[in-house]
């Protein structure tokens, strides 16, 4: 990957995803055809039409970025608009219908690449947390950092990457005319899949934040894939396996022999919290009419999450740690869930974003976009097939150094335990003051991180639940 090689450089291409096509109508407006659905993107000049036509076999995007006709920033709005939808994916060839080094598959809807002049002094290798896997009949290299997935079209590619497992400068590379070129390690690094060491730190420290330090391979894997907003896999509902085994039953069949029926010996009819946990439900439609209240809302928090002790303890290993209790349990005393509230309706409180400070038991407004904010109370209606938006959405967020500082290899299983804990604190608590409470199953980490300025390795959305004024408990 020397700098003076004599190759003529690989083409970063932009194309349509598969099962994609653009379609001119009347007028030349363009639209989309994929998945038996369609997307109206706009008119555009005679110019940018014909260009346009390109995208089906490779539509090279430096041409795009870097000049200033009126047809290449028409383009540039077509690529953008298609991104975002995800229909597009980018290639790395040895020129226009050429070979395939690599295709560029976009996780996160604003990624596009960039071939960044690398540094032919510096050393580069490859990130802790890129992994190869197989998908069907391809090989894909992954990262949880990345914004994009690669899918290796060439078996030196692959080489390539074995080869930065040690960190590598340029002219340390293989120089042969058919090894992938500098343009290959420039989209590594620029997607955070590969990263440029300091002689003077350790490759962990090189890579990213003293936050990103803390975390192990599999925890980041598990969080980034497990939630919406870093990745373009499906999720959701979809029963994708009812086709090939049938659904588990609802009740264990018995274990054989003797059974000890213990309803005969004693029952809960007289306790209180039996009672309530069997008044729990999730309710996903709220009265708009008569929406929750401020007050009612510092009750629930005051009830449910505020802190209630503080102080430091030594450890059995001499460690000194400091505990800030709520009311709920905690692995090693962490304590690391923070509470957002996106608030649609609710007497008393305005529209808007604000942070539940535990300590002080207040509210802080956080400015975010309304675009946002909307954004954020309509994936909660979503995700739970309500007919109207929650009137609150509240975030659970984690504080992941708070668990990781301590703990290896479970920390992030760790803190979803947590948030199960959390869910049942604040579904009861909004039962016993009858008001509707309704658990949601998967967030989107890149918007709260958007809404928040915080980056999503250091304090992350790991759960949400829904609250407001239930239907039936209105008189």
């Known amino acids: 990957m020397s700098a003076d090689r004599s190759r003529a450089p690989a083409l970063l291409l932009a194309k349509l995803g598969p099962g994609v096509s653009l379609d001119e109508e009347a007028g030349g407006v363009l639209r989309a055809r994929f998945d038996r659905d369609t997307l109206l993107l706009g008119k555009f000049s005679a110019a940018a039409l014909c260009r346009a036509s390109e995208f089906a076999k490779g539509l090279p995007l430096s041409a795009v970025v870097e000049n200033e006709a009126p047809e290449d920033k028409e383009l540039r709005g077509l690529i953008q608009r298609l991104a975002l939808h995800g229909l597009v994916e980018y290639r790395l060839s040895r020129g226009t219908g050429g070979r395939d080094i690599v295709v560029i598959e976009p996780q996160m809807r604003d990624y596009r690449p960039n071939l960044q002049k690398l540094d032919a002094t510096r050393r580069f290798v490859l990130s802790r947390f890129a992994y190869l896997r197989r998908r069907g009949e391809d090989l894909i290299l992954e990262c949880p950092l990345a914004g994009a997935a690669f899918r290796l079209c060439d078996a030196r590619a692959a080489s390539a990457i ?126 708009d009419a008569h929406p929750i209240t401020l007050a009612e809302v510092a009750r629930f928090l005051d009830g449910a999450a505020r802190i209630v002790s503080r102080q430091r303890l030594i450890e059995a290993d001499g460690e000194e740690i400091e505990i800030a209790a709520r009311p709920y349990p905690s692995g090693g005393a962490s304590y690391e869930l923070e509470l957002y509230l996106a608030v649609d309706k609710c007497d008393g409180l305005a529209r808007g974003f604000y942070h539940y400070d535990a300590d002080r038991h207040a509210l802080v407004a956080i400015e975010v976009t309304q675009r946002q904010l909307e954004a954020i109370i309509d994936d909660g209606q979503f995700a739970m097939g309500a007919p109207r938006p929650p009137q609150i959405m509240i975030t659970m967020a984690a504080r992941f150094g708070r668990v990781s500082w301590k703990y290896s290899g479970f920390a992030y299983a760790l803190v979803l335990k947590h948030v199960g804990v959390v869910m049942q604190t604040l579904y009861l608590v909004a039962t016993e003051m009858e008001l509707g409470a309704c658990a949601i199953g998967v967030g989107d980490i890149d918007l709260f991180a958007r809404m928040t300025g915080l980056p999503f390795h250091v304090e992350g959305a790991v759960g949400q639940m829904a609250i407001g004024r239930a239907v039936q408990n209105v008189s």
């Open 162 to 287: 074995a080869l930065l497992a040690t960190p590598r400068s340029l002219a340390e590379l293989p120089s042969e005319p058919d090894f992938p070129g500098d343009e290959f390690l420039a989209l590594l690094v620029d997607c955070r899949i590969a990263f440029a060491t300091d002689p003077g730190k350790a490759l962990r420290a090189c890579e990213g934040d003293e936050d990103l330090a803390l975390w192990e391979f599999h925890d980041l894997l598990f969080h980034v894939r497990s939630t919406n907003g870093r990745h373009a896999n499906p999720t959701g509902g979809l029963y994708a396996h009812a086709d090939l085994v049938p659904q588990p039953p609802a009740v264990r069949p018995a274990w054989p022999g003797p059974a000890i029926e213990l309803g005969k010996i004693a029952d809960a009819s007289d306790s209180a919290i039996a009672a309530l946990l069997r008044r729990r439900r999730s309710e996903r439609i709220f009265d």
